[in-house]
């Protein structure tokens, strides 16, 4: 049977060339990188090495990177961290409606704190609507949190445009954030980048953000490991309390072999981002084009341009799409109905609510993404099995 992985939204596997990088951390060079001795200091060293690495890619300084447990952990201290730091100075934060659950339950946990919210809404591919931003601001906004592409329908947000109306509402108030050594002004702008790392350029400088989001099992890297971009002016408060590592931003004994797997994978993901998402992106319009036309009233969700190159996500009245999954499953085919993190939730998708897609399309939504190892011939395997089962099914 084909073994066919159309899933790569969820997670990634390890490419090899990192595994190797992280193997000697999980054998000889165990030590613990707050060691004085030397197999401490060289744990130390390749952590600093990692750090590096991703900040280069991101543009940034190495101390303004900050290693986590997962994107979940990022999104979390991203919000929880700023809103709490900076509560003396405003209770207010904009997020859209088609955030992770990682940014919408943080904020709502706020919201029991005595924070308020505002959900902008999004147009009919996803893309937020600039006109609510610009009109949500108040006087005490410290935060808008905006993904820079969904990991249910692959819509690629204008951070750079968010950032500039942000920088723009910044300079209409009345006073600026003080830090001890420089100006940190609010409101500030988080993006969650998990699912654009491997397509998009992630220079943060370009972009205008304070604060990114990255995790490792997205960018063929070790699970169970992720990252903050925080510009280093910007105060935040730690959720995890303990030992000084991280700078006091996140304690715990630091996991040495994940943190040199998720650098390297970074690194190679940039060296490769450009040819790699050309080559995606033509296997998913090829791929779009032929499911349009073989299988009736089959609609596309989400951008048909500015979206992620690796992405798919269809609708198919009449069927349901837990169903259709099984039944490709069967077929040596893995593909998802939406995001891994909320396939428990029996709920209808809500970034396809929000899209205002009615309940027969939601109902019969598929999410399929491409790989480093698709190929030609496992899309053209999918195109003659799927139509297939979805006759059987309606």
């Given at each position: 049977?084909?073994?066919?992985?159309?899933?790569?939204?969820?997670?990634?596997?390890?490419?090899?060339?990192?595994?190797?990088?992280?193997?000697?951390?999980?054998?000889?060079?165990?030590?613990?990188?707050?060691?004085?001795?030397?197999?401490?200091?060289?744990?130390?060293?390749?952590?600093?090495?990692?750090?590096?690495?991703?900040?280069?890619?991101?543009?940034?300084?190495?101390?303004?990177?900050?290693?986590?447990?997962?994107?979940?952990?990022?999104?979390?201290?991203?919000?929880?961290?700023?809103?709490?730091?900076?509560?003396?100075?405003?209770?207010?934060?904009?997020?859209?409606?088609?955030?992770?659950?990682?940014?919408?339950?943080?904020?709502?946990?706020?919201?029991?704190?005595?924070?308020?919210?505002?959900?902008?809404?999004?147009?009919?591919?996803?893309?937020?609507?600039?006109?609510?931003?610009?009109?949500?601001?108040?006087?005490?906004?410290?935060?808008?949190?905006?993904?820079?592409?969904?990991?249910?329908?692959?819509?690629?947000?204008?951070?750079?445009?968010?950032?500039?109306?942000?920088?723009?509402?910044?300079?209409?108030?009345?006073?600026?954030?003080?830090?001890?050594?420089?100006?940190?002004?609010?409101p500030l702008l988080h993006t969650d980048a998990c699912q654009a790392a491997?397509?998009?350029?992630?220079?943060?400088?370009?972009?205008?953000?304070?604060?990114?989001?990255?995790?490792?099992?997205?960018?063929?890297?070790?699970?169970?490991?992720?990252?903050?971009?925080?510009?280093?002016?910007?105060?935040?408060?730690s959720m995890i309390i303990g030992g000084g590592q991280e700078r006091n931003?996140?304690?715990?004994?630091?996991?040495?072999?994940?943190?040199?797997?998720?650098?390297?994978?970074?690194?190679?993901?940039?060296?490769?981002?450009?040819?790699?998402?050309?080559?995606?992106?033509?296997?998913?319009?090829?791929?779009?084009?032929?499911?349009?036309?073989?299988?009736?009233?089959?609609?596309?969700?989400?951008?048909?341009?500015?979206?992620?190159?690796?992405?798919?996500?269809?609708?198919?009245?009449?069927?349901?799409?837990?169903?259709?999954?099984?039944?490709?499953?069967?077929?040596?085919?893995?593909?998802?109905?939406?995001?891994?993190?909320?396939?428990?939730?029996?709920?209808?998708?809500?970034?396809?609510?929000?899209?205002?897609?009615?309940?027969?399309?939601?109902?019969?939504?598929?999410?399929?993404?491409?790989?480093?190892?698709?190929?030609?011939?496992?899309?053209?395997?999918?195109?003659?099995?799927?139509?297939?089962?979805?006759?059987?099914?309606?």
């Amino acid at each position: 049977m084909k073994n066919i992985y159309l899933d790569y939204a969820a997670t990634t596997y390890i490419d090899k060339r990192v595994l190797n990088k992280m193997l000697p951390y999980l054998t000889k060079k165990f030590g613990n990188p707050s060691s004085l001795y030397s197999l401490g200091r060289e744990a130390k060293s390749a952590i600093e090495g990692a750090r590096r690495n991703i900040a280069e890619v991101l543009n940034s300084n190495s101390e303004e990177i900050i290693f986590t447990g997962s994107g979940t952990e990022s999104d979390n201290l991203a919000i929880l961290g700023i809103a709490r730091a900076y509560k003396n100075k405003g209770k207010h934060i904009i997020v859209s409606k088609i955030e992770h659950k990682a940014v919408l339950e943080a904020v709502k946990t706020l919201e029991k704190e005595g924070f308020k919210v505002t959900y902008l809404n999004v147009d009919s591919k996803g893309i937020v609507k600039i006109s609510e931003l610009k009109r949500a601001f108040k006087r005490d906004t410290i935060l808008v949190s905006i993904m820079y592409a969904n990991n249910e329908i692959g819509t690629i947000q204008p951070i750079s445009k968010i950032a500039e109306i942000i920088s723009n509402f910044r300079k209409t108030k009345s006073y600026k954030l003080k830090a001890k050594s420089s100006a940190a002004v609010l409101p500030l702008l988080h993006t969650d980048a998990c699912q654009a790392a491997n397509f998009l350029s992630l220079n943060v400088k370009k972009l205008g953000v304070d604060l990114m989001t990255l995790n490792g099992s997205k960018i063929y890297g070790p699970k169970g490991v992720g990252c903050l971009y925080k510009s280093e002016e910007i105060k935040l408060e730690s959720m995890i309390i303990g030992g000084g590592q991280e700078r006091n931003f996140r304690a715990g004994t630091e996991n040495t072999a994940l943190i040199v797997g998720f650098g390297e994978a970074l690194k190679l993901t940039e060296k490769m981002r450009r040819k790699e998402s050309q080559r995606l992106r033509d296997l998913r319009n090829y791929f779009i084009k032929n499911l349009l036309k073989s299988i009736p009233k089959c609609r596309l969700n989400g951008h048909y341009v500015k979206r992620l190159p690796n992405n798919i996500n269809i609708s198919i009245p009449g069927v349901n799409g837990e169903a259709l999954v099984l039944a490709l499953d069967k077929c040596g085919i893995s593909a998802s109905t939406g995001s891994a993190c909320a396939s428990s939730n029996t709920n209808f998708s809500h970034v396809l609510s929000a899209i205002k897609l009615s309940p027969k399309f939601t109902k019969g939504a598929l999410r399929m993404t491409l790989g480093r190892d698709t190929a030609k011939n496992d899309i053209n395997y999918v195109l003659r099995t799927l139509p297939k089962i979805v006759k059987k099914l309606v």
